[in-house]
C-alpha cells in the first residue's frame, strides 16, 4: 500500500481464513520438506492459525518471550507482498548450526559470521520453498529478501516487527506456525505432544491478504470450471 | 510492598511509591518515564509509534488483548507524554519537578524500516520533542543501538534498571 492509499478496511471471515490456511498450509509443507533435506534433520510442522491482529502482546506468540531467541526476517516483494519470521528457540538455533556445522556450538548471542549465514541460509530455504509451494498459484512471480538474523529476546524482536506492521498497515494479517525439530516418526504435527521448537510467522499487510485470496479463488474457479 | 505492574507493548501506568513498574522487550519502541521526586510519583509508558499527526492510521483502537486496571492503552510517543504528565498530576504530582527518562529506539531489524533512521529514531525523537514542549529535563537516556532492553522503574527510589539479553 503506498503512503497515499486511502486506509483499508481491514475483514476476514472464517472462509478467508480457512482459504489462506490452505494456501499457506502447502507453502509451509514444501518448506519444511526443504529444510528437513537441508539440515537432515525431521522436521514437522503444525497446520496454520491464521488472524487478523494489531498490537499483540509477545506472549499470545511466543510462550516464552524473555527468553534469547533467534530470528531470520524475509521481506516477500512482487506477487506476495510481506514478510516471513522465523524464530527458534536458544536450543533450536544450537541444534540447527551444530546440524549443519558439524561442530558444537557456544552462546548463541556470540555466533560468527560462519553461523549467521548459516541461519540466512535456513531463511532462504524455508522462504524459497514456500514461494516454490504456493508458486503455482500465484498469478505473478514473488521474490525474497536477503535474510536479517538477529539474535535477542523474543519479545524484543516479536515487539519491533509488531511496530513496524502497525506503522505500515494499522492491521495485518498473521500465519503462525509451529516448527518441531527431530519430532517423533509417530507425530504428524506439533499439536499434541511435542513442544515447538520453533515458529513460522507470515505477516501480510491487509492489501497482500486481499491479493493472496485473489489469488486462490481464482485458482478454485480455474480448478471448478468445466474441462471441455 | 511493592507492587509489582507490568505495563505491556501500547500500555501506561502511573503509580506511587508502592509500585515497581516493569516492561519488557522493547525493541524500536520507546518506553518514556516521567517521576516526580518529591511525591514519589511516577509513570511509564511503552509507546510503538512516533507521532499521532503524522501516523498513517492514527485512529485504529487496539482489541487484541484485555488490559489490567490502573492501565490505558497509549500508541504513540507525543500523546504517551501528554497521558503521563495528566495522570501524574492527577495523583498530586507537579509538572515543574517532573524529570524524565528514555529508554528504547532501538533498530532491530534494516528490513523493517521504511526510511534510513528507522522507527526507534523518530519515536525517540517525538518523544524527546515532546518533552521539551512541556518543559520536561530528560535525566537520562538509553538509546538507540541494535538491541532489546527490559525496564524496571522503583518508583520508591525514582531508581530505572535497564537491562539488554545479549
Redesign the interface.
Known sequence: MSDQSPAHTPSLDSVDADQLRELLNIGVSHASTKLSQFTNHRITISVPTVGLQSVVHPHDYLPNPEEVSGAILLRFNGALEGFMLLIFTEIAVRHLLESLGGTPVGDIRTLDDYQRSALQEVGNIVAGGMLGGIGPLLSGKAVQSVPDVVIDSGASLINSIVAGLVHAHGHYVAIDVSICVDAREDVVACEGGDPALGRLFLFLGPDAADAALGFTRAYLDHAKSPRV | MTRIVEV???ELFVGNEEHTIVT??????IVVLLYDPIMKIGGLAHA??PRKTE???PT?E????SMDAGKRFV?FADEAVGLLVDDIESLGGKRARMIAKLVGG?R???????DKYG??YHNTEAARAELARFGIPIETEVTGG?????VRFDLATGIAEVIT??
Do not use: P, Q
Not at chain 2, 62 to 65: E, G, I, L
Open positions: 505491556r507493548i501500547a519488557n522487550g522493547v525493541g524500536s519502541c510503538i509509534l501516523a498513517r492510521y485504529i487496539f482489541a487484541a488483548h500508541k532501538a532491530m531489524f534494516s528490513l523493517l524500516e521504511a522507527i526507534g541494535t538491541v532489546g532492553r527490559n539479553k545479549v
